[in-house]
Nanobody, 116 residues
Framework: QVQLGESGGDLVQPGGSLRLSCAASGIIFDLYAMGWYRQAPGKQRELVAAITSRGSTNYADSAKGRLTISRDNAKNTVYLQMNSLKPEDTAVYYC??????????WGQGTQVTVSS
């Protein structure tokens, strides 16, 4: 059974930092591309950052320079370091694991709220 468990979401002030974690089980983690998505109230889910099985990364324009995705294959975990947070970063953040066109799994999400 595939499980993705996100953690690290919190209430933080503008300009603050958070690190999200997503621990995976039930998959051969090294083979999967991993991504962080977010969904704000009333908006569609959008890709924030992704990292391939080989470690190549790509970011949404809104994330560049502030958010950093990384992975630790020994721990089956992907991270999202979030710095200089803005109120518009407020959303539920979801972890995704993807292998080819068929195998795609989602976590339950973790809430990030940026507010003073």
């Amino acid at each position: 059974q595939v499980q993705l468990g996100e953690s690290g979401g919190d209430l933080v002030q503008p300009g603050g930092s958070l690190r999200l974690s997503c621990a995976a089980s039930g998959i051969i983690f090294d083979l999967y591309a991993m991504g962080w998505y977010r969904q704000a109230p009333g908006k569609q889910r959008e890709l924030v950052a992704a990292i391939t099985s080989r470690g190549s990364t790509n970011y949404a324009d809104s994330a560049k320079g502030r958010l950093t995705i990384s992975r630790d294959n020994a721990k089956n975990t992907v991270y999202l370091q979030m710095n200089s947070l803005k109120p518009e970063d407020t959303a539920v953040y979801y972890c995704n694991a993807r292998y080819g066109p068929v195998h795609s799994y989602w976590g339950q999400g973790t809430q990030v709220t940026v507010s003073s």
